[in-house]
């Protein structure tokens, strides 16, 4: 995917911490979007932690559990905002292949 991509350190980091095995907030919030990144060709590990959402929760608490709803809903949005922005330039790619410029 394009490194120009919002949130893409985030997504490069949780892909990397995954594989590594270790539970950051950047593989959780990977994992958290598993299905959709597997959509748009993105590999990740077969194995993925359980209930990510509340874990990642549970961690942003651990560091301050008054901010962590509004840290979490954060993350979430950019999360989203890069899978939007994948899906869209995916598509533009395949426009482009198929000659429909």
């Known amino acids: 995917m394009d490194a120009f991509l919002p949130g893409v350190d985030l ?3 949780g892909l990397r ?3 590594e095995g270790r539970e ?9 979007g598993s299905p959709r990144l597997r959509r748009l060709g993105l590999e990740l590990p077969e194995q993925l932690p359980l ?6 929760y549970d961690l942003l608490a651990q560091d301050d559990q008054d901010s962590a709803h509004s ?3 954060a993350f ?9 922005a994948a899906e ?11 000659g429909y410029d």
Do not use: C, F, G
């Open 11 to 13: 997504i490069d980091a």
């Open 76 to 84: 979430i949005r950019r999360l989203v905002s890069y899978e939007r």
């Open 17 to 19: 911490d995954l594989r």
């Open 51 to 56: 209930n990510p959402e509340h874990r990642l």
């Open 71 to 73: 840290r979490y809903n």
């Open 88 to 98: 869209r330039e995916k598509d533009n790619a395949m426009r482009l292949q198929q």
């Open 24 to 32: 950051t907030v950047e593989a959780l919030l990977v994992a958290i």
